[in-house]
């Protein structure tokens, strides 16, 4: 086993930027096909905003594991953690399939990763298993 774990992501997917260019192209096309109010295209493609801030601007997160600490940085935001305060990782599926990270601390303290460096749950928890740590898998829960 390497003495790291590395996870790095970026916020530019090409997948995004052609699935906003194919909503655009719909919109264009509601707009002089269906002559549709202007406003309304416009409010519609208001909710692209945030996937093209992504792909313009690149934030990058990643997590990284060491022998000693779990850290992690997403944007500009940047937080590290001692692997003996970690009492167990918490490792939730939720109803749309994305898995949740949350860190309990021997003191009750609880810290969520955030979603954007958290690896892919398989890989993370075998990783985690490995070095000792606790992990505990809830799939599907409503009220925690």
């Not at 003996?84 to 994305?98: A, G, K, N, Q």
């Amino acid at each position: 086993m390497s003495d790291s774990f590395s996870y790095h992501a970026e916020g530019r997917k090409w997948g995004t930027g052609l699935t906003v260019l194919g909503i655009w192209l719909a919109l264009l096309g509601i707009w002089l096909g269906l002559e549709a109010h202007p406003l309304i295209v416009l409010f519609l493609g208001l909710f692209t905003l945030p996937a093209c801030s992504d792909f313009l601007h690149n934030p990058v997160s990643g997590l990284t594991l060491t022998p000693d600490t779990l850290t992690w940085h997403s944007g500009k935001r940047r937080a590290a953690v001692s692997l003996d305060e970690i009492d167990t990782v918490h490792l939730d599926t939720r109803l749309d399939f994305s898995v949740k990270a949350t860190l309990v601390l021997h003191t009750g303290a609880k810290i969520r990763l955030p979603f954007e460096c958290t690896p892919p749950h398989q890989q993370f928890e075998d990783t985690l298993n490995a070095r000792g740590l606790k992990t505990r898998r809830t799939h599907f829960q409503l009220m925690q």
